[in-house]
């Protein structure tokens, strides 16, 4: 009976937790809290930005303005027309310039640095690559006005080396750290067993990266080329100091071409350039708000897309 009386307490002063116990258990609460409230701010924050983006722009948000605005083949403030179209279209020129350029080589530098780079070789570049995603937009713009735009002048005969070409090469350069380093960190996370296992069976190291350790790595793959996207869609200073800046639309698609290798305008650039020089609450003003929220909604678009591809790899 006093052994069964022993156990009994034993067992009572175990469930009892420690003084040290009770105060980790306050922490992990308040940590937790902690994490739902900077969720729950960033929310709300978003949230905040999409309203005043809508309050300013309600005015071209009317159907006659609606339509003029998503119709329009024209951005000509000095004459009260205000269509996105060109703006649109020098966006999207340099976004998927970029795109061509940045993924294929970001992909195959973070397979080199994950899988074949020797470890001194490894040392050097990684961090290199880490510092170079830190370079700020108006330096990448330099390089780009005195480096690549005279070369592309040069190269192709061109009466000015500011062009789409110039901000997708610049952009590309700019999104490709981030997409190098999340891919290498995605791939050098995929359990060593795979790798293993694949090696047992005959498969060689190239065969082993190929059809192995990179589908495996996809979804972090996905989410590094998703957020190498959204910063080349996103960039203001670059593409403002060597897209040129002329609001064009292709001629076809004969004149895709052309159209590449000439000037163009984008959402953000416009947003930077005329802001301080629109009257407040004039119909500029107003369809330069227009234009901010019609980014904002293309880059909801893009990470909502990115997060439904990224949850269905996972399942």
Partial sequence: ??????????????????????????????????????????IVAVFLIFLFLVKDALPMLKPTALGQFLTGKAWQPEFNVYGILPLLAGSIAVTLGSIVIAVP???????????????????ILK????????IPSVVIGFLGLTVAAPFIQQVFNLPTGLTAMTGSIMLAFMAMPTIISISEDAIVAVP?????????????????????????????????VMLGIGRAIGET??????????????????GMLKYFLGPVRTMT??????????????????????????????????????????????H
């Fill in 192 to 224: 060593g067993s795979y790798r293993e296992a694949s090696l047992a069976m005959g498969a060689t190291h190239w065969e082993t990266v190929r059809r192995i350790l990179v589908p495996a790595a996809k979804s972090g793959i996905i989410a590094a």
């Fill in 105 to 123: 080589i970001g992909i195959a530098c973070a397979v080199y640095i994950a899988e074949f780079a020797p470890n001194s070789i490894k040392g």
């Fill in 127 to 134: 961090p290199t690559i880490e510092v170079l995603a830190g």
């Fill in 269 to 314: 650039a416009t947003i930077a350039m005329e802001t301080g020089d629109a009257p407040q609450y004039s119909m500029h003003y107003h369809a330069l708000f227009a234009v901010g929220l019609s980014l904002f909604a293309i880059t909801f678009m893009i990470n909502l897309v990115a997060d439904i591809v990224l949850r269905k790899e996972r």
């Fill in 1 to 42: 009976m006093s052994d069964q009386r022993n156990d009994f307490a034993d067992a009572v002063l175990l469930s009892v937790p420690s003084k040290r116990q009770r105060i980790e258990n306050i922490k992990d609460v308040w940590i937790l809290r902690y994490i739902y409230l900077n969720g729950a701010i960033a």
């Fill in 237 to 254: 200073m670059t593409v403002l100091m060597v897209a040129g800046n002329a609001s064009n639309l292709p001629e076809g698609v004969s």
